[in-house]
């Protein structure tokens, strides 16, 4: 928590706080304004409701406020609740293996259904690229077919 907290406390010191009512603050930066309510603990960004921490706009605000940042933490960041919630035994879990012997319980992939007409190649040829062909009256590898080859024909009898 106190690690997190130096973060956000140091994220908060390029702002500018302007008290707008009571325990209602306008925090500013170059180019944004953030609309800070210290009593309901809400920030126009929604991260403090989100992640129940102050965000830098708040902990700005606090500051501002000459408030006590750590009244507005929420006791679920201390490491006494941490304690409380491990202080019970958690019994282990038996028969594990048994449980999961049941196919229902997988998820399947769909069915897929093969689409109609022929499979496309794997390789796609691209735009400049084309197939070279063996003319038939030239017997050249190029562009071109019987039909338009511009080659001289070579007679020999």
Same mark, same amino acid.
């Given at each position: 928590?106190?690690?997190?907290?130096?973060?956000? $406390?140091?994220?908060?010191?390029?702002?500018?706080?302007?008290?707008? =009512?009571?325990?209602?603050?306008? !925090?500013?930066?170059?180019?944004?304004?953030?609309?800070?309510?210290?009593?309901?603990?809400?920030?126009? +960004? !929604?991260?403090?409701?989100?992640?129940?921490?102050?965000? #830098? =706009?708040? $902990?700005?605000?606090?500051?501002?406020?000459? $408030?006590? !940042?750590?009244?507005?933490?929420? *006791?679920?960041?201390? #490491?006494?609740?941490?304690?409380?919630?491990?202080?019970? /035994?958690?019994? *282990?879990?038996?028969?594990?293996?048994?449980? +999961?012997?049941?196919?229902?319980?997988?998820? $399947?992939? /769909?069915?897929? &259904?093969?689409?109609?007409?022929?499979? &496309?190649? &794997?390789?796609?040829?691209?735009?400049?690229?084309?197939?070279?062909?063996? +003319?038939?009256?030239?017997?050249?590898?190029?562009? =071109?077919? &019987?039909?338009? +080859?511009?080659? /001289?024909?070579?007679?020999?009898?």
């Amino acid at each position: 928590m106190e690690k997190r907290l130096k973060e956000q $406390l140091d994220r908060s010191r390029v702002f500018r706080v302007i008290a707008s =009512h009571e325990n209602v603050y306008e !925090v500013r930066n170059d180019k944004y304004s953030y609309l800070v309510d210290i009593s309901t603990r809400t920030c126009s +960004c !929604v991260k403090w409701q989100i992640n129940c921490f102050p965000c #830098a =706009h708040a $902990l700005a605000a606090i500051q501002g406020a000459r $408030l006590d !940042v750590y009244d507005f933490i929420d *006791p679920y960041f201390t #490491a006494e609740y941490y304690r409380m919630c491990y202080s019970f /035994p958690i019994a *282990p879990l038996s028969n594990v293996d048994a449980s +999961c012997s049941s196919t229902e319980d997988f998820i $399947l992939p /769909p069915v897929t &259904k093969r689409p109609a007409g022929r499979p &496309k190649s &794997k390789r796609i040829a691209s735009a400049g690229e084309k197939k070279l062909i063996r +003319c038939g009256r030239c017997n050249k590898m190029g562009h =071109h077919n &019987k039909k338009s +080859c511009t080659e /001289p024909l070579n007679m020999l009898l």
